[in-house]
């Protein structure tokens, strides 16, 4: 269903619902909200998304299909190695500028960890891939232990954007930036240094 295109209504009442979920909270914004900011019917809404957890899972997809192309066409035009890695913390400040409320998926977990809601699986798979983006960026820049170096940029990345956001802190994504950096340039040196190295 995820992948159906979208009727000229359905697209509507998607952009609407991905614009008043990110604002508002999910729970706090109902169908008939929706359908009337769309304006179509409640009927229409439930045609093209089958209920409101529909709606939920093709917001949280498509935020995630846009995340990523987001990031990707930022770093693909860097120059490869640690520039790269580096990149995807300048392409969180660009993403961050239009998302004052903080991370949609973690907002999204806020009001549906502990279910079993499908939309968990859309939740950690946008996770896991920012966190793999990050291993293979560190793989192709010849970094060691890609696996371990990828979660932990990632760890960085994602409190970025909470200090950023819940801690007010307008510097949070250069902090962010500055300590990846730091952390590349030595386990760059350590590389040089060890019996070997180049």
Request: hydrophobic fraction near 35%; proline fraction near 0%; charged fraction near 25%.
């Given at each position: 269903m995820l992948d159906k295109p979208l009727t000229p209504a359905g697209e509507r009442i998607l952009t609407v619902a991905s614009?008043?979920?990110?604002?508002?909270?999910?729970?706090?914004?109902?169908?008939?909200l929706i359908a009337e900011e769309a304006g179509t019917t409640k009927k229409t809404l439930y045609d093209r998304f089958g209920s409101k957890d529909g709606l939920v899972q093709h917001y949280l997809a498509?935020?995630?299909?846009?995340?990523?192309?987001?990031?990707?066409q930022y770093v693909d035009t860097l120059e490869p190695g640690s520039t790269r890695i580096l990149g995807v913390y300048d392409a969180l400040d660009a993403w961050m500028r239009g998302?004052?409320?903080?991370?949609?998926?973690?907002?999204a977990f806020a009001e549906f960890g502990g279910t079993d809601s499908p939309v968990l699986a859309i939740i950690e798979s946008e996770k896991?891939?920012?966190?793999?983006?990050f291993a293979r960026l560190a793989t192709e820049a010849g970094y060691p232990d890609a696996e371990d170096l990828g979660t932990r940029l990632s760890l960085l990345h994602e409190g970025a954007v909470?200090?950023?956001?819940?801690?007010?802190?307008?510097?949070?994504i250069a902090v962010a930036r500055s300590v990846a950096a730091e952390l590349l340039a030595a386990l760059a040196m350590a590389r040089v240094g060890a019996p070997g190295g180049t």
């Open positions: 614009e008043l979920f990110y604002a508002h909270g999910i729970r706090a914004v109902g169908v008939d498509r935020r995630y299909r846009l995340w990523c192309e987001h990031v990707t998302n004052r409320r903080g991370c949609g998926f973690v907002n896991a891939w920012t966190r793999s983006l909470v200090m950023g956001t819940a801690g007010g802190r307008d510097d949070a």
